[in-house]
């Protein structure tokens, strides 16, 4: 016996088109899951107010510089952070106003 939908077939054809797969999702997986992580939040939130060196972050979110190297190794691979080098030394900022727009939006959405 075959299903029938409720939906038109207007509200089909919009969601047929519109619900991301493929490479479009796992690209949105990826991305998304640079949020899943409370060490990598803090470092966005962090370079979300300045950029910084590896140090500067460690002590200012008292992190160890290995776990800061790491998840900023990871960022900037997702293509969340980028990196400027100043002499010797390499300074880390979000790349965009997207990644500081979702820090925002997730707040709001808590009601903090």
Known sequence: MAETLLLDRRTQSLI???VPNGEVLSSLVRFFSVFSDATRLRILSALAI???????ISLVLNMNQTTVSHQLRFLKDAGIVE?????????????GDVVNDVLLKGVEFLGY
């Open 16 to 18: 047929e088109g519109y």
């Open 50 to 56: 300045s950029e910084m060196c590896v140090t500067d």
């Open 83 to 95: 990196m400027q080098r100043h002499g010797k030394i390499i300074f880390y900022s979000t790349k």
